[in-house]
């Protein structure tokens, strides 16, 4: 898909994070685990793929975990045709961690594609980052006059707090317009801030997301 002249991205970041821990231990991860800082890139490319950088720095505490899993929505209902999913691809997945295990294994559960991160005979406590790159495709939707990229940034799965999240987006031609909303599904809970410093790479911040009744905290950015 070419990019249009002007780009109005909508960020719905669906992708959640979890822990998976030791088996005698239920609800160790509910308990001194977070993550401190998520950074997440968005490189729109030319041909309408997405690239996509996220950064985490993970705190386990005193606890003992193998990894985290990545879950993203990748198959949603699709509005003008009940009878119809729109489905999007996720591939060319790629981890790399600090002072813990990178392997990943990939599955689909449902309408997310799973992306588990860790070594099953081995657990970590402490702090360590995880990088974690992938490519999106079918993300934006055409319009007569620009493209939009809606996708949900930080999703529903998470667990405990994420004390801050930073979310870059960059396209080819330059982007026109940026919001960002945070909260449950559907909500217009404005991000603490939303800024188009530039055309080429715009920048949200927010502060501490919260596992909301349902577990739904979410970013949206619209860009």
């Not at 691809?89 to 990939?106: F, K, M, P, Q, W």
């Not at 930080?154 to 930073?166: A, K, M, N, Y």
């Not at 317009?177 to 603490?192: A, H, I, M, N, Y």
Request: glycine share 6%; hydrophobic share 35%; charged share 20%.
């Amino acid at each position: 898909m070419r990019v249009c002249k002007q780009l109005f991205v909508v960020l719905a970041f669906v992708l959640g994070v979890v822990v998976f821990g030791p088996a005698s231990s239920a609800h160790a991860e509910s308990t001194g685990f977070h993550s401190a800082n998520y950074v997440i890139d968005f490189a729109i490319q030319a041909d309408g793929k997405v690239n996509v950088t996220e950064n985490l720095d993970v705190n386990y505490a005193t606890e003992p975990h193998h990894g985290i899993y990545r879950t993203t929505q990748v198959r949603f209902d699709y509005d003008p045709k009940p009878k119809f999913e729109r489905v999007y691809t996720l591939e060319h997945v790629h981890v790399t961690a600090t002072d813990a295990s990178a392997h990943t294994s990939i599955s689909d559960t449902g309408r997310y594609k799973v992306i588990k991160i860790g070594d099953a005979k081995k657990t970590v406590t402490g702090e360590h980052h995880y990088k974690i790159t992938y490519t999106l495709l079918g993300t934006l939707n055409a319009f007569h006059d620009h493209d939009e990229f809606y996708w949900n940034a930080v999703g529903f799965e998470w667990p405990v707090p994420i004390d801050h999240t930073e979310i870059h987006v960059t396209a080819p031609n330059g982007i026109e317009q940026v919001r960002c909303f945070t909260g449950p599904r559907e909500s217009k809970l404005q991000c603490d801030a939303a800024q188009l410093a530039s055309r080429v790479s715009p920048r949200v911040d927010h502060g501490q997301l919260y596992p909301g009744p349902t577990g739904r905290d979410v970013v949206w950015v619209r860009v």
